[in-house]
């Protein structure tokens, strides 16, 4: 791994050494030190040099050495990665090295460095100061060096000459490579299902192609089970069939081998993973450190060495130290490889409110944040049957899928499902209709599904036949699914958990008007919760959130208007 003395400052070098040194991989640190970060001190950095910072690390092996000095570089950096190979732990090498031009060509180190400084750079350059000691060695002439400078300056010439000649990218192709699941309605999702996948058709009553199942739920396919027994089984089931899935998080392992067979386990504070460790082993399901950012990173590095990562994150309110790494990593290996390489992580989150308590630091919403980053697929099912569906596609998918699980919806009955048959998907990206209506359409999902489906019988009573769309995915979302059902109703209202001003309804709304305006008989309405963080009293709880009744209010006006 190799970083700048600047990039040891962020948390993300510390997470990594403390991994490393725990499970004493093989990996080495190379810190190549010039003394600035742009124009930021080493000595505005930190209050001591990196290779004496780490000296905690226990396991670490610490190599300092003059990165201008070729000798030192081969003879000490061959021994600390020898070391590393010969599986002696991991290592760090802390190398001084100049800087003897600007770190960009915005940037003017005469600004902050004086004469002085930059004369003693320019005579610790490395090839300088290389070419001095091969020559003072007798190895070959001033002459000869000269003409060795004079074919390296040609040589790099040509190669920019070259480059500068080479055809342009086309502009058409920009968006290629963002993602490779295919969400094209009306066709199985050929890439991310895989061989016997089954595509959900979009049909009022949520059957399966092939199948009348009655709402989505194949028949004949067992008792119901809770949402969160049905992720658990669906977890076991794909880990079983395919040996290069590992799931790793805060709490997500039953409990330390030594005490594994005396104790009941915990597998996650929701129990959502309880019992992997005990059927695949520590090496496949294990607990990380309380950091969200290694645990993310983690996973990248997994799904780049081919392995088929599930990273959790215990709820979503902690999710932000990853984003770094969703945001910065997973989200455009794809993109910036031109396809070449894919970074298949499955990321599993608990997200929302509606339990009451859960305050700022449990109980918040914000999945259109992530809908904002190309390059991710954002899922948020609402009942069991989808959860297995959209769980099994997002290990299909080849691409990183943010797996939100609505914790209120975790154990609700009214949720639960027979387990469907282990060929059964939900393709990423395609929505369901819940509920036929003709009157308005109501686009939801999470948790307001069934608030939408309590205020559209509600609805019922006073004469309104309510349809409701459960998105199931945020990003992409189906836009054809929406765009045929207002077609036909003529009205929209979206209900969403998440903040009223900027939450993925206005992009709902916003795309409705745009591509259905001729189609709408009202203006475009929203249900959210109010712009503010979840409160901890109950009843501030609810006043936040979006209710039935709020949902009924604003279906009724709507209707009428």
Request: glycine fraction near 10%; proline fraction near 5%.
């Amino acid at each position: 791994m190799s970083l700048g003395e600047g990039a040891t400052s962020e948390g993300e070098f510390w997470e990594s050494l403390n991994s490393a040194c725990r499970l004493h991989l093989p990996v080495l640190f190379v810190v190549a030190d010039n003394g600035y970060a742009i124009s930021v001190r080493a000595a505005d950095q930190a209050p001591a040099p990196v290779s004496e910072l780490v000296q905690g690390f226990r396991g670490l092996a610490v190599t300092k050495m003059n990165g201008w000095d070729y000798a030192q570089c081969r003879t000490k950096g061959a021994r600390a990665v020898a070391r590393v190979r010969a599986g002696e732990g991991p290592g760090l090498i802390h190398a001084q090295v100049t800087r003897p031009y600007s770190h960009s060509s915005a940037d003017s180190q005469a600004k902050y460095r004086d004469a002085a400084e930059l004369a003693a750079e320019a005579r610790h350059d490395p090839i300088v100061v290389l070419r001095r000691t091969l020559q003072a060695a007798g190895i070959f002439s001033a002459e000869q060096a000269d003409e060795i400078e004079a074919e390296a300056r040609q040589e790099a010439a040509r190669a920019a000459e070259e480059a500068l000649a080479a055809s342009r990218p086309d502009p058409a192709t920009v968006t290629d490579h963002v993602l490779r699941v295919t969400t094209r309605r009306g066709a199985e999702v050929a890439e991310a299902g895989g061989a016997g996948a089954v595509a959900e058709k979009a049909t009022g009553d949520g059957a399966v192609a092939g199948k009348s199942t009655g709402g989505g739920v194949p028949e004949g396919a067992g008792e119901p089970v809770v949402m969160a027994e049905a992720i658990r089984l669906t977890l076991h089931q794909l880990m079983a069939a395919d040996e290069r899935i590992r799931v790793f998080g805060e709490d997500v392992a039953d409990a330390d081998e030594e005490v594994l067979d005396h104790v009941e386990g915990k597998g996650g504070v929701f129990g959502v993973t309880r019992g992997l460790q005990r059927a695949f082993g520590s090496a496949r399901c294990f607990n990380t450190p309380l950091a969200e950012s290694n645990i993310v990173g983690r996973g990248i590095g997994q799904a780049l060495r081919g392995l088929r990562p599930c990273a959790e994150i215990q709820f979503f309110d902690y999710i932000w130290p990853s984003m770094q790494q969703l945001r910065s990593e997973a989200a455009t290996i794809r993109w910036r490889s031109n396809g070449a390489f894919s970074c298949p992580l499955v990321v599993r989150v608990a997200i929302g409110g509606y339990l009451t308590g859960g305050a700022i630091w449990h109980s918040q919403s914000g999945e259109v944040i992530f809908a904002h980053i190309p390059g991710l697929i954002v899922v948020m099912p609402s009942r069991a049957v989808d959860a297995v569906g959209l769980l099994r596609s997002a290990f299909d998918a080849g691409d990183p899928v943010l797996f939100f699980e609505h914790k209120h919806l975790y154990r609700q009955r009214y949720a639960a499902d027979p387990m469907p048959p282990d060929d059964f998907r939900v393709p990423l990206g395609q929505g369901r209709v819940v509920r036929p209506g003709d009157d308005l359409t109501v686009v939801t999902w999470g948790a307001t599904v069934q608030k939408s489906l309590l205020a559209a019988e509600a609805l019922a009573a006073e004469g309104s036949s309510v349809e409701v769309i459960d998105l199931r995915t945020i990003s992409p979302w189906d836009h054809d699914l929406v765009c045929e059902s207002v077609n036909r109703t003529s009205r929209l209202l979206v209900v969403h958990e998440d903040t009223l001003t900027a939450g993925f309804g206005a992009e709902v709304s916003a795309w409705v008007t745009e591509h259905c305006f001729w189609a709408l008989d009202a203006p475009v309405r929203r249900v959210a919760a109010t712009d503010t963080f979840v409160a901890y009293e109950p009843g501030l709880e609810q006043a936040i959130l979006p209710q039935v009744e709020d949902i009924v209010a604003a279906a009724s006006e709507l209707a009428r208007s």
